[in-house]
């Protein structure tokens, strides 16, 4: 392997340690936006020993492409130095990036499916209450009438039961 084909490579573990540190950090970051009664983050160590797992799986993959597969102690060094690299220069910038995709794509597409929502919600609503608004005469006559045949009924018992012979 030549001095360039290890400084790419470096180079390659360097920014692949800033991607992890960046999706390490985006997830303890939702996680901690949910509620604390929220599935997701009462199980947040597990999603992020899964967050782990899957970019160690990503990362070989990336050293697969690389290098063939071939491991040495200067990748996860470099892996290293691109996380310490997202702590202390990068992050500020990727959290202020995640605010403005939240708050220009996630929040408008929630507040449309929301709305589309209520608008599905309250037409099923309006129907429910023409409905209600139709049958509520014959209801209350079948009540009337299901009040006295259930009347006629019991005193028929109650008298055949105390009835003195």
Not at 10 to 17: F, K, N, R, V
Not at 100 to 115: A, C, E, H
Not at 135 to 157: A, G, H, S
């Amino acid at each position: 392997m030549t001095i360039n084909e290890q400084v790419v490579s470096i180079l390659i573990m360097t920014m692949s340690g800033l991607f992890v540190g960046a999706v390490v950090d985006g997830t303890r970051y939702l996680l901690s936006a949910l509620s604390p009664k929220f599935f997701l983050r009462k199980m947040g160590y597990g999603v992020e020993l899964i967050v782990w797992g899957i970019l160690g799986a990503l990362t070989y993959y990336i050293l697969f492409l690389v290098k063939g597969g071939e491991w040495r102690l200067v990748d996860p060094l470099a892996q290293i130095l691109g996380i310490f690299l997202y702590e202390s220069i990068f992050q500020p910038y990727f959290r202020f990036v995640g605010r403005v995709f939240v708050l220009l794509f996630i929040k408008p597409i929630y507040l449309i499916i929301k709305f589309i929502f209520s608008i599905i919600s309250g037409i099923i609503r309006l129907f429910i209450r023409i409905f209600m608004f139709i049958l509520m005469p014959f209801y209350k006559i079948y009540i009337k009438i299901k009040r006295n045949v259930l009347q006629k009924f019991f005193t028929k018992i109650r008298r055949s039961i105390f009835k003195k012979s």
